[in-house]
């Protein structure tokens, strides 16, 4: 089946550094990957949309530039999160779209990056 | 717009009870609903899915119908097993967009 992986699974950051977190679609090619944010007991926010080879498209009131979006393959894209602060302490969850698939509905999502700012 | 509103938790039920979690939406145009599972520590997994009115998805005993009279989507299963403890999300994407629009979620624990 379609496997997306994340990496790294959790991470612990100083306050002001930055961190990059990847998502990979194992056995498939994604034209478009999504970013989700998740709060404790709460539900996945959308944060962005990485389409292959263009400009990430971010939902109303996610920080472009503190939230970093590179989708440079079908297989590969990353959210660095710049100049961590506490508040910025989440699950953050991605997903992918198969290429050339006609339903939305075949998305695959990653099993999360736990991040932590100290 | 889109939204998906589920029954609040945590819910607690004893090994072989009946488990139902109730989900509605609102949408425009024809969405598909799904279930999603989250056990401790990991990241969602599909449970099942539902992409028409009156379609049942199912898979290891859950089973959801998608009602489109009433714009719901209830998960059911007979009989819960502790390993059924995780947090359910209902969710929703409509035939017109890539989003995904999620429940807030609903705790499960099975005690034995």
């Known amino acids: 089946g379609a496997v997306v992986s994340q990496h790294p699974s959790w991470v612990i950051c100083k306050s002001g550094t930055s961190v990059k977190i990847e998502c990979r679609s194992l056995?498939?090619?994604?034209?478009?990957m999504f970013w989700y944010r998740q709060f404790p007991k709460q539900s996945l926010m959308l944060m962005a949309t990485?389409?292959?080879?263009?400009?990430?498209?971010?939902e109303q009131g996610v920080e472009k530039d503190k939230f970093l979006i590179n989708h440079a393959s079908l297989t590969l894209s990353t959210l660095t999160v710049t100049s961590a602060h506490p508040e910025d302490s989440s699950f953050y969850i991605c997903?992918?779209?198969?290429?050339?698939?006609?339903?939305?509905?075949?998305?695959?999502f990653g099993p999360g990056t736990r991040l932590t700012v100290t | 717009g889109n939204s998906v509103t589920q029954m609040e938790g945590p819910v607690t039920l004893s090994e072989e009870a009946f488990l139902t979690i109730n989900c509605t939406y609102t949408?425009?145009?024809?969405?598909?609903l799904f279930w999603y599972v989250q056990y401790p520590g990991e990241g969602l997994q599909l449970l099942l899915k539902?992409?028409?009115?009156?379609d049942k998805g199912s898979n290891k005993g859950f089973e959801a119908t998608y009602r489109k009279e009433t714009t719901s989507f209830h998960l059911e299963k007979g009989s819960v097993q502790v390993s059924d403890s995780a947090v359910y999300f209902c969710?929703?994407?409509?035939?017109?967009?890539?989003?995904?629009?999620f429940g807030t979620g609903t705790s499960l624990t099975v005690i034995p």
């Open positions: 969710a929703l994407t409509s035939n017109t967009g890539n989003q995904f629009y």
């Open positions: 990485s389409n292959e080879g263009s400009k990430a498209t971010y």
């Open positions: 949408a425009t145009g024809y969405p598909s």
């Open positions: 539902a992409t028409k009115a009156d």
């Open positions: 056995d498939f090619q994604a034209t478009t």
């Open positions: 997903s992918a779209r198969i290429h050339g698939a006609s339903s939305s509905y075949e998305q695959y």
